[in-house]
């Protein structure tokens, strides 16, 4: 498969780096090392897919423009359009021209989440109560200097779409019964730390996320009948511990499985090859956990942005 990178930033280098000889060539507006200044401009015969790394603003119609022309396209999440008809609409010529439509959520492919949703999937832990989640770093600076970044929902488009992606990715569909229960802006225009939750789930959810963690941190904590299960750090940041702690009645200290990682990231790779394989199978685009998350960001976007509210 060839491919071009759309979007030659933090990000495209690393999707760049990850296609190795599948690479072709790179398109960005600004960034002169790129090939191309517009996609437009590379030939349709020289590309299969595009990796696009690019702000939100553009996305729906560099998207448009590959799908039409057949070809496979890997988004960097959150796929973000004007109106949610927008994203239907990319489904829809997607499946019409049998290309995939693929929007990269790395986190799915990290160790230890995968574990999590084994052991969820698994039942081993019988009914589970809550689980809470912090996702933090240190980027408020970058942010505010950043003139495209420090606006709209903040912090909240961008590490609470991994959070609720992966709440999606372990317990199933959720309905959005999510409240805003802090929003705050510390140092950026737009808010930098938010925290979200729902108590009309069939579980207990408390999302926290924050630019203002000066060191990367991640965290999940989950409690449920038979025991508890926790991840603690990512890969990236590494080391990244697994744990599972099984209960003991009537009380008592439980017997602990704990899994450490040292390792490089592995998610890039992993989230690459899974994109290959769709585009070999011909897997019929399925926006719908886009669709659901355009939905539930863009409404509690609007909570966050007036400040602390509740439904």
Not at 42 to 65: N, Q, R, T, W
Not at 152 to 157: F, I, K, M, N, S
Not at 162 to 167: A, C, G, M, N, V
Not at 268 to 277: G, I, N, P, Q, T
Request: charged residues 25%.
């Amino acid at each position: 498969m060839k491919v071009i990178v759309v979007g030659l930033g933090i990000q495209g280098h690393k999707r760049r780096r990850v296609a190795g000889d599948d690479y072709v060539a790179s398109v960005d507006r600004f960034n002169l090392e790129a090939d191309f200044r517009r996609i437009e401009d590379v030939p349709l015969a020289d590309f299969d897919a595009a990796l696009c790394c690019v702000p939100d603003g553009p996305k729906y119609e560099i998207l448009s423009y590959c799908l039409r022309h057949g070809k496979h396209v890997l988004v960097e999440k959150p796929l973000w359009t004007k109106s949610i008809e927008a994203i239907v609409a990319l489904e829809k010529l997607a499946r019409s021209t049998g290309t995939v439509c693929y929007t990269a959520y790395n986190h799915r492919f990290e160790p230890h989440f995968m574990r999590m949703r084994e052991l969820v999937v698994s039942g081993v832990l019988g009914r589970i109560y809550s689980c809470r989640m912090f996702y933090g770093n240190g980027t408020a600076r970058l942010v505010r200097e950043s003139r495209w970044r420090d606006g709209g929902a903040g912090v909240l488009q961008d590490l609470g779409s991994h959070l609720l992606d992966t709440s999606r990715f372990w317990f199933g569909d959720l309905e959005d019964k999510f409240e805003i229960y802090a929003a705050n802006c510390f140092e950026n225009l737009a808010p930098d730390h938010v925290v979200i939750g729902s108590e009309r789930l069939p579980l207990r959810i408390e999302l926290e996320m924050t630019l203002l963690c000066w060191r990367n941190h991640f965290t999940c904590d989950i409690l449920a009948e038979h025991g508890t299960a926790h991840i603690e750090s990512l890969c990236k940041w590494g080391p990244s511990t697994f744990i599972h702690r099984k209960r003991v009645l009537p009380s008592g200290r439980p017997p602990e499985e704990a899994v450490t990682l040292v390792q490089e990231d592995p998610t890039w790779v992993a989230e690459y090859a899974h994109f290959k394989r769709l585009c070999e199978m011909g897997a019929p685009a399925d926006l719908s956990n886009d669709l659901w998350l355009g939905r539930t960001l863009s409404r509690l976007g609007g909570l966050a942005t007036r400040g602390i509210s509740k439904e």
